[in-house]
C-alpha cells in the first residue's frame, strides 16, 4: 500500500521526504516536494472539537516563517497536509468544516469565491475515513490542488483562493488558535 502511495506522489509531483516525526499518530515529513519546489515542515498541530482530536495539519513552505499575514499573501508554491486521526470525522462534517472556515477566513464574505469553495469540497464527497490523508498544495501556475492520498480530487485556480484558503488555519479568526500557533512556530 506504501509502495503505491508514493508511486502515486512520486507521479502527480507531490513527494514527502522519509525523515518524519509523529505527532497523534499521524507521520509528518519534514520535507516534501511539489512540482521541483523543495518545501520544509514550518509546523504541525492537532485540529480538536469537543475534546477530540480530528485530524493533524502540516503546513510547508519554501522558507520557514511565523508571520502567518505573509505566508497568507505569499504567491509562492506552499502545502497544508492533513491527517484525519478521528473516526468522528465524516465527509458531510468536514464539508461543513471546510465552508465554516472559509467563512470566517473571508470574514464572512464567501460570495466571490462560493462556487470554488464547492469545486475544492468536492475532494470530500467520497467518504473521508480515519487515516486519509488530504494534501491541499498551491503552486502559482495551478492554483490550489487536493490530493487524498495521494489521488488528485479537484482543483481551483487562484492566488485570491488561495489566500482565503491558507486563512482558514492562519488568518486573524482562524479555525482554532492553537493549531495556527503550532503551524507558525514549528
Known sequence: MMRILLGLTLALGLIFNANARQLEGAEIAEQLTL???ELT???????????????????????????????????????????????MINSKRMSESTRD????????NL????????????????EVKEGDVYELAYTPES?????RNG????????????????GIWLSEDP???SLKKSMING
Open 35 to 37: 512540482n521541483g519546489q
Open 41 to 87: 515542515l514550518n509546523g504541525a498541530g492537532v485540529r480538536s472539537k469537543f475534546f477530540l482530536d480530528v485530524y493533524v495539519a502540516a503546513l510547508y513552505l519554501g522558507n520557514k516563517s511565523n508571520d502567518a499575514a505573509a505566508i497568507i499573501a505569499a504567491d509562492e508554491p506552499m502545502a497544508i497536509r492533513l491527517h484525519i486521526v478521528s473516526g
Open 101 to 108: 472556515g472559509f467563512v470566517r477566513s473571508t470574514g464572512g
Open 111 to 126: 460570495a466571490p469565491i462560493e462556487n470554488d469553495v464547492e469545486e475544492l469540497i468536492k475532494a470530500f464527497r467520497d
Open 143 to 147: 492554483g490550489v490542488t487536493v490530493y
Open 151 to 166: 489521488e488528485e480530487k479537484s482543483n481551483v485556480k487562484g492566488l485570491k483562493f488561495k489566500q482565503a484558503l491558507f
Open 175 to 177: 479555525i482554532q488558535k
